[in-house]
């Protein structure tokens, strides 16, 4: 049977809740593995200072900071009754701030919060804040004619440096609906609701000349967001389809990268953050905000703020000129940014592009480079470009930031002329010593890297780098071939990060001498009803291979040279995955003597029927409702034409949605727990346990058709659905297990069973 696995893992439930079982004689405390710290706060304020705290823990353990301005004096201990820990702060010449120390044993950890005080108040390091929430903004019978060129309502700014502050924009508008707000049930931060900017077509949000404070280098900008495409099937937030800048003149600009504390999701409000320090001495910032997909995203609460500590150090210098001079109109077109390729890359993203006559010098599966004699860039189909280097032709499109450069997207190609010739400049080689400095434009490159296959992308890597690596974008040719080999390159930068896009004009093979080994990949599967499974050995070594389970059978077992392994099986008639370990090694003086490739061989999945009664108790608490509640409030489900009384839900919908909350108990002797459980029709929701103040684990589950509604929800399930935890041991007495919805969402369980 396939199961999913609701739980972090057995053992992380079996760490918070049981005693461990084990043989081992005094090499280990008995009892549950527990640390515990007090106090579990600590207050300081914004001078250098140390506190003691006490750790008292049944198993060695671990403490740590993420915080460059905490120090700990023990870092790691044993088992013990009581162990004095120092924790020192810096001095503090910014804000108020918060930090966390962390202390882990096991699968069991506490946090001591930190607090120390700043020279400031935290609403005295603000710069710059705006909540958009001036005056509510109102959609008219004919829809929103808020653009921000003719309502005000949305300049609601404040901070220290506000007087000097203007605006630039362009397809902006302030809205604002129940749904929508910043303060929804969408929202995972507490936003501040009424009013947010949508971004709608040729759009960018440019604030301009905010004053710094004299002597702060440190600053901190952050925003709510969130991904919201009509009818898109999937609206998680994409970075690269809101960008960010800083400039201190409003010329040349820096790209910001940004994060979310609970990393990237599908339509939640969210706040984002970047903390980034500027050279000593600048007085103003700008700041300017651009969505490339038009009708997408929403934003509010934009801040800029001085941090307490250093971030990523800002070059103005090396800026680019995103042509930010720009409208303050609401929702007009622009007009073409000029008819060279500078021109284009001069201009705002979001510019109309309109060239004609200008030469295809690189092509990949899903774009093309064109040149002129101003320059260069990469036109984006996503799609087979149906062009040749050397094609002249006539491009019309839209410009876009991608990778910090101007691209053209949603092009229209008319190929006027083919076979011309194409002469490529000299190239800028790529060595270990500039890789870190960062073309400005899209420029020739040449270099000599080796390849590295993760997962299923390719990775470049020159001499000793590794923080940053090359990638062949949209290679045309068989990038497997390169893999673990030495590589030359020619080609186009286009952009990037810590990642280079190089479009490749002449890519070639350094040939080596001496002994190579390598396997085309190490993870291989199969479907329940495959049969075989195949993978490549590469190198010029004899070799062997072998199967960890006999019915999983290798053929040729051994080899010289490159060659094709095939594995042989049968059909997976159970519902259980087949792991096998297919172990490649080598006698001869190689790097790497030795690779698992790990088959994964699936179950199949089965209609389950009968036995949807559920053996474990629970109490019903805040928004949660079972066979006993009454109206149309009482659960049943039909889950595969049988009839269910036993059903759970948690969570309430309407106008003012919540999160629900039972408490399962889990009764002595129980060494299994399963149950299905489904979010909503539509939606997703994550379901979250407790034991105590504990959080002990948490899953999203998937949505079911058939949960919509009122009951009796219409469900069907595989036994692919079942979630189920394993306990190694007994639970010794009756355990309660506090399951509720991390946010405002709607859930049914049934079940659930404890074995």
């Given at each position: ?679 909503w029709k539509g939606t997703k929701a994550t379901l979250v346990a407790s034991v105590g103040e504990t959080k002990v684990a948490s899953k999203e589950l998937t949505a079911n058709t058939g949960a919509a509604g009122n009951s009796p929800y219409k469900i069907t399930v595989t036994s692919a659905d079942l979630l189920t935890i394993e306990l190694p041991s007994k639970l010794a007495t009756d355990t309660d297990v506090e399951i509720t919805t991390a946010a405002a969402a709607r859930v049914v369980l049934f079940a659930i069973n404890a074995e």
């Open positions: 049977m396939k199961l999913k696995s609701l739980f972090l893992g057995s053992f992380a439930l079996t760490a918070m809740l049981f005693a461990q079982s084990c043989g081992e004689k005094n090499e280990a405390p008995s009892g549950a593995p527990s640390i515990e710290i007090t106090p579990k706060n600590l207050s300081f304020d914004e001078t250098s200072s140390t506190q003691t705290i006490e750790v008292v823990a049944t198993r060695d353990w671990k403490a740590s900071s993420k915080e460059e301005w905490i120090s700990v004096s023990t870092e790691k201990g044993s088992a013990t009754n009581g162990t004095k820990v120092d924790i020192t702060v810096l001095s503090n010449d910014g804000a108020d701030r918060t930090g966390v120390v962390e202390f882990t044993i096991g699968f069991d950890k506490k946090e001591l919060k930190v607090y120390q005080k700043g020279t400031g108040a935290a609403t005295a390091a603000v710069v710059y804040h705006n909540d958009f929430d001036k005056e509510l903004a109102v959609k008219g019978s004919d829809g929103w004619k808020t653009y921000l060129d003719s309502f005000d309502g949305w300049k609601n700014e404040s901070g220290s440096g506000i007087s000097t502050v203007e605006y630039a924009f362009s397809g902006m508008s302030a809205r604002t609906n129940s749904s929508g707000t910043s303060n929804s049930q969408y929202s995972d931060y507490s936003g501040s609701g009424k009013n947010y900017l949508w971004f709608a077509k040729d759009n960018y949000f440019h604030v301009k000349n905010i004053t710094l404070p004299e002597g702060k280098t440190n600053y901190t900008i952050s925003f709510g967001s969130e991904r919201n495409l009509y009818q898109a099937a999937d609206n998680t937030f994409v970075p690269e389809e809101f960008l960010v800048y800083v400039s201190n003149d409003g010329s040349k600009w820096v790209k910001l990268e940004y994060a979310f504390p609970n990393g990237l999701k599908n339509r939640r409000w969210d706040l984002a953050s970047s903390t980034f320090t500027v050279p000593s001495g600048t007085k103003s910032l700008h700041i300017y905000i651009k969505a490339t997909l038009a009708s997408a995203y929403l934003m509010d609460d934009l801040d800029l703020s001085v941090a307490a500590s250093a971030g990523t150090a800002i070059d103005f210098s090396k800026g680019i000129d995103l042509g930010t001079g720009g409208s303050t109109g609401g929702g007009e077109t622009p007009e073409p940014a000029g008819n060279t390729i500078a021109a284009v890359c001069a201009a705002a993203a979001g510019s109309a592009a309109d060239l004609k006559d200008v030469l295809v010098t690189g092509v990949t599966t899903q774009s093309y480079v064109i040149t002129d004699e101003t320059g260069s860039v990469l036109v984006f189909v996503k799609a087979d470009p149906k062009v040749k280097v050397g094609d002249k032709v006539n491009v019309a499109g839209t410009t876009g930031e991608h990778n910090g450069l101007i691209q053209i997207a949603t092009p229209t190609t008319t190929v006027v002329s083919s076979g011309n010739a194409v002469t490529y400049p000299a190239p800028l080689e790529f060595t270990e010593a500039n890789l870190a400095d960062t073309p400005t434009k899209v420029t020739y490159v040449s270099f000599t890297g080796n390849v590295k296959k993760n997962d299923k992308y390719y990775n470049i890597y020159i001499g000793s780098v590794t923080d940053k690596d090359l990638s062949l974008s949209y290679y045309t040719g068989n990038m497997d071939e390169f893999v673990d080999c030495d590589i030359k390159v020619k080609g186009w930068y286009v952009g990037g990060g810590t990642h280079y896009q190089i479009v490749a004009t002449e890519v070639e093979k350094v040939e080596t001498t001496g002994p190579k080994f390598s396997v085309s990949t190490t993870a291989l599967t199969a479907k329940a009803g495959d049969t075989s499974a195949s993978f490549d050995v590469k190198g010029n070594v004899k070799w062997t291979v072998s199967s960890d389970n006999a019915a999983y059978t290798v053929s040729p077992a051994s080899g010289d040279g490159a060659g094709t392994v095939t594995v042989k099986f049968a059909a997976n008639e159970t519902e259980k995955d087949v792991t096998v370990k297919l172990t490649v090694s080598t006698t001869e003086e190689v790097a790497t003597k030795s690779y698992t490739v790990v088959l994964t061989h699936s179950g199949k999945s089965a209609a389950v029927t009968g036995k949807f009664t559920s053996n474990v108790k629970w109490k019903l608490g805040d928004n949660s409702y079972d066979g006993s509640s009454s109206g149309n409030s009482k659960q049943s489900a039909v889950v595969n034409g049988e009839e269910v009384s036993q059903v759970l839900k948690l969570g309430k919908a309407g106008k003012a949605p919540a999160a629900g909350k039972a408490t399962l108990t889990l009764p002595a002797g129980t060494t299994k727990v399963s149950f299905y459980g489904f979010s």
